[in-house]
């Protein structure tokens, strides 16, 4: 993961040592103000935090979740499992990764009408086992 952002130009600072490794050691998406808090809200600045991940995005190694009310949530892109999807809870705000992606017919025919350069994003809203 490091290599990737070097390969986009950035310096591997101390502050994105610890900005990856939290992410990483999250379960599901975070969001900002979950990661400030882990990373030590005196020792992390809002700005700077928000512009590193802003340049994680640009380097694809984060993608963006947005909760049902349009809230961000962070995650690092983790090449082992690829490409996925969540199904986030109403209620409790639960996530769960759904490994599976059925976007590819959408895709090809988003081509055939002569877009390039495809990206999506998906999430799924609903009520968990335990909400129900």
Do not use: W
Request: aromatic fraction near 6%; glycine fraction near 8%; include cysteine.
């Amino acid at each position: 993961m490091l290599e990737a952002l070097r390969e986009h130009g950035m310096r591997i600072t101390a502050t994105r040592k610890r900005l990856v490794s939290v992410l990483f050691e999250a379960a599901t998406p975070l969001s900002v103000e979950a990661i400030h808090r882990k990373l030590g809200r005196n020792t992390f600045d809002l700005v700077t935090l928000y512009r590193c991940l802003g340049a994680f995005e640009e380097a694809s190694v984060l993608q963006v979740v947005r909760d049902e009310q349009g809230k961000a949530l962070y995650e690092m892109i983790d090449t082992a499992h690829g490409h996925h999807h969540h199904v986030i809870c109403r209620k409790c705000g639960k996530i769960d990764c759904l490994d599976a992606c059925m976007i590819g017919p959408f895709e090809d025919a988003a081509r055939k009408l002569g877009y390039e350069d495809l990206s999506h994003r998906l999430e799924l809203y609903g009520l968990c086992a335990g909400c129900r």
